[in-house]
T-cell receptor, first 112, second 115 residues
């Protein structure tokens, strides 16, 4: 079992719709969770972080965390073609050094 | 958050040669991390570079192949040694973001092609 799992996609949504990206993790001791956006040929860009159960909203983005289910998600409201990218889920493990473990990423395509 | 300058941005190298990638950070950071992203894949941690001590390598990565230097708190290098086509990847350095604890900021990456 991979430590952090994501559906590779592609996830295709029409412009203006809500895109829902999901991620599960195996380490129950994980405490910090992050979503990165990576455009093709570019480096990952941190867009959301969440540390406690529940929802965290930032503009069109909402991160949701459920530690009991070991599940974290990212909702993108009013999706735009510019949101088309690969979204990487990352989890901070309890191992020394606060290392992040990344999921395989979900490719999102927003169609005009 | 920290600004990272990484170079070169890309290179095409002959097999058997070595390439050194540099990362310069605009502020002092305790730890720097080196990742590899193979085509179509996610990020894999190569090693953690600490100032004043040897780098800590992840399983599957060895110092002879990927020697790392960390001479001060703002700079690190990663060398890809004795390259083969399988080393063709994007290499990324990153640091812990001061604005989002344990959330990393990444350099712009080095796209390496080995022929």
């Amino acid at each position: 079992q991979k430590e952090v799992e994501q559906n590779s996609g592609p996830l295709s949504v029409p412009e203006g719709a809500i895109a829902s990206l999901n991620c599960t993790y195996s380490d129950r001791g994980s405490q910090s969770f992050f979503w990165y956006r990576q455009y093709s040929g570019k480096s990952p860009e941190l867009i959301m972080s969440i540390y406690s159960n529940g929802d965290k909203e930032d503009g069109r983005f909402t991160a949701q965390l459920n530690k009991a289910s070991q599940y974290v998600s990212l909702l993108i409201r009013d999706s735009q073609p510019s949101d088309s990218a690969t979204y990487l889920c990352a989890v901070n493990s309890n191992r020394a050094g606060n290392m992040l473990t990344f999921g395989g990423g979900t490719r999102l395509m927003v169609k005009p | 958050s920290a600004v990272i300058s990484q170079k070169p941005s890309r290179d095409i190298c002959q097999r058997g040669t070595s390439l050194t990638i540099q990362c310069q950070v605009d502020s002092q950071v305790t730890m720097m991390f080196w990742y590899r992203q193979q085509p179509g894949q996610s990020l894999t941690l190569i090693a953690t570079a600490n100032q004043g001590s040897e780098a800590t390598y992840e399983s599957g990565f060895v110092i002879d192949k990927f020697p790392i230097s960390r001479p001060n708190l703002t700079f690190s290098t990663l060398t890809v040694s004795n390259m083969s086509p399988e080393d063709s990847s994007i290499y990324l350095c990153s640091v812990d973001s001061t604005l989002t604890p344990y959330g990393y900021t990444f350099g712009s990456g080095t796209r390496l092609t080995v022929v």
